[in-house]
C-alpha cells in the first residue's frame, strides 16, 4: 500500500529563497523544491504569500509556482479559522501584532499541514514551541516548523 504523501505548507520565506543571495539559504531551498518537484511532498501555498510579496517578485515567483505540476502545489486561503488561531497566538504573546502574518502562516500550516517550512528563525523556527503550546490548548495539533534543510524531519517524525 502506497503511503500518503506529507503535505509540507511553505512560508513566503520559502518561496523567496529561490531568489536569495545567501548561497546557504538559496541551496536548502533549491533541495526542498527537488523533494517537491520529485513528487517526494505536497507544498502547500496560501493567499498570505501574495500580500507579503513586493510588486517585483510577484511576477518571478508566480512564474516559479506555475512551473510546478498542479499535482505538486496546493493553493489555499485564509479562513476564519486560521486566522482566529492566529490572534490566539498575539493573544498569548508568541510575537508581536508586526508579526499577524507569520502567526497565519503557522495557523495555515496546524490546520492544513503536516507541518511548515520557514526561513523565518526569530518570529516562526525558535518560537515553534510556544505555537504548539497554543495549538495543544486550543485543540489543535502540534505542528513541526523547521527550515527547508530540516524539511525531512516533518514526515521522518525527528
Known amino acids: 500500500m502506497e503511503s500518503r504523501r506529507k503535505r509540507i505548507y511553505v512560508d513566503t520565506s520559502v518561496v523567496l529563497g529561490n ?3 545567501d548561497e546557504t539559504r538559496r541551496t536548502g531551498t533549491e533541495r526542498f523544491w527537488s523533494a517537491v518537484r520529485n ?4 507544498a502547500i501555498v496560501s493567499d498570505v504569500l501574495d500580500g507579503e510579496l513586493k510588486n517585483d517578485m510577484m511576477e518571478r515567483v508566480r512564474d ?3 512551473a510546478l505540476l ?11 479559522e486560521s486566522d482566529d488561531l ?3 497566538y498575539i493573544v498569548a504573546g508568541v510575537v508581536g501584532r508586526g508579526s499577524f502574518n507569520d502567526c497565519r502562516h503557522v495557523a495555515l500550516a496546524t490546520i492544513l499541514a503536516d507541518g511548515i517550512v520557514s526561513w523565518n528563525l526569530g518570529d516562526m523556527v525558535k518560537r515553534a ?6 495549538n495543544v490548548t486550543q485543540g489543535y ?15 521522518n517524525g525527528t
Open 86 to 88: 492566529a490572534e490566539q
Open 141 to 155: 495539533p502540534e505542528v513541526k516548523i523547521v527550515t527547508p534543510n530540516r524539511y525531512q524531519e516533518i514526515y
Open 39 to 42: 513528487g517526494e511532498i505536497v
Open 129 to 134: 514551541d510556544k505555537y504548539n503550546n497554543v
Open 64 to 66: 516559479f509556482l506555475a
Open 70 to 80: 498542479k499535482n505538486q502545489v496546493e493553493q489555499t486561503v485564509a479562513t476564519d
Open 19 to 21: 531568489f536569495d543571495i
